[in-house]
């Protein structure tokens, strides 16, 4: 594997590098700072970050820059080699890709947190390479009619990664192996994509708690009333959202009594295969981010643009449906909203009369064989 070693001090990881060098790893040692261009043009597989206690008036660690752009640029699993590892854990969540090593005369930690990221380390390779294949393959695909309907290179060149873009998201939605199975969370974009609010987004009340569920409401109105990047101007002044609830709250309001048996009989394979039930829409929980609930597509309320953000009474983006699942949510509502209402109708009726004109039928069909 390829260890990038990011350090302010690199005699001070000499033995650990050659100690790993030894055993057959590629090394190679940076200083803080130039971090972006040693892992462009290195590629590593892991970053071994030192991070250390920076000076107070700035009130943070030196070398959580060189983390940032590791997080940001080019993901890659990291181990934080430092005398104080837990310093980086204020900087961004526990994450299976970040590990942590004490630094110091004794490497077995460090060889360790090495040995235990080599599997997910295989499995990006695997992941980037598949990717890469699909967006040649797409590339290969857009090119010639990018060139014959553009005449400037610099026109062929936007929309050739645009198309390709757009079909390289098609591509790998297609390539399902069969018998695959999404897990429930796959139904999230998380964090949401865009800086525009869209159908399906996920809000939270800033100053909520991520485990309650009636602190969260689902975005309905249409995406493109919404845009407001690019100098546009939203077709809509509010935003129509439907508030969440817990799941029991949400089973007793369409009179399904939360039994096991009930559930177990009425809920999850016919309510879950079509997406929603009644006014009722379930929605899976995001580990550590959204809790399972449901989405009441009868208590609605509109949000003003100005009630999007971080401050006190305010809802900010947390996920969004990623497609099929966000038309899912505009055609839940639709079935609630569009419907027409219709009279009171004797249906015991009209269902005899329906069963004795197919009993007739049948009987003709029978007769003219």
Same mark, same amino acid.
């Given at each position: ?12 990881? #000499? ?111 695997? #992941? ?20 014959? #309907? ?144 449901? #989405? ?26 990623d497609s099929p699942f966000r038309e899912l949510v505009s055609w839940s509502y639709l ?35």
């Amino acid at each position: 594997m390829k260890l990038l070693f990011i350090d302010d001090q690199p005699d001070s990881i #000499a033995p650990a590098v050659r100690a790993l060098a030894a055993r057959g790893e590629e090394c190679q040692i940076s200083s803080f700072g130039n971090t972006e261009n040693n892992i462009n043009q290195f590629r590593p597989d892991i970053v071994v970050l030192d991070v250390l206690e920076g000076p107070p008036a700035e009130q943070r660690a030196t070398g959580l820059e060189d983390y940032d752009v590791v997080w940001n640029e080019r993901f890659c699993p990291v181990v934080v080699y430092s005398a104080q590892p837990e310093l980086a854990t204020e900087r961004h969540p526990l994450h299976p890709f970040v590990k942590s090593a004490q630094k110091g005369r004794d490497i077995s930690q460090l060889t360790g947190a090495i040995d235990e990221l080599r599997p997910n380390v295989e499995s990006l390779r695997d #992941a980037e390479q598949h990717v890469q294949k699909q967006f040649a393959t797409a590339l290969r695909d857009v090119a010639p009619y990018a060139f014959e #309907a553009f005449e400037t290179f610099e026109d062929k060149i936007r929309a050739i990664t645009r198309s390709a873009r757009r079909r390289l998201a098609a591509l790998m939605d297609a390539e399902f192996a069969p018998g695959e199975k999404l897990a429930p969370w796959e139904h999230y974009l998380h964090p949401p994509i865009g800086n525009d609010v869209q159908l399906g987004d996920i809000l939270m009340k800033a100053d909520g708690d991520k485990n309650e569920p009636t602190d969260f409401r689902i975005v309905l109105s249409p995406s493109c009333d919404l845009v407001a990047s690019g100098g546009r101007t939203p077709k809509v002044s509010r935003i129509l959202i439907a508030r969440c609830c817990t799941m029991l709250a949400g089973l007793k309001l369409i009179n399904l009594q939360p039994s096991k048996t009930s559930i177990g009989k009425r809920f999850p394979e016919p309510v879950l295969t079509q997406g929603y039930l009644e006014a009722l829409l379930p929605m899976p929980s995001l580990p550590g981010r959204l809790p399972c609930m449901a #989405a009441n597509l009868r208590d609605l309320e509109l949000l003003g643009f100005d009630r999007l953000g971080n401050a006190a009474n305010q809802f900010r983006r947390v996920a969004s449906m990623d497609s099929p699942f966000r038309e899912l949510v505009s055609w839940s509502y639709l079935q609630v909203a569009g419907r027409p209402g219709l009279p009171d109708r004797d249906v015991e009726k009209w269902h005899e009369e329906i069963v004795a004109a197919c009993v007739k039928q049948e009987a003709k069909n029978n007769a003219a064989v």
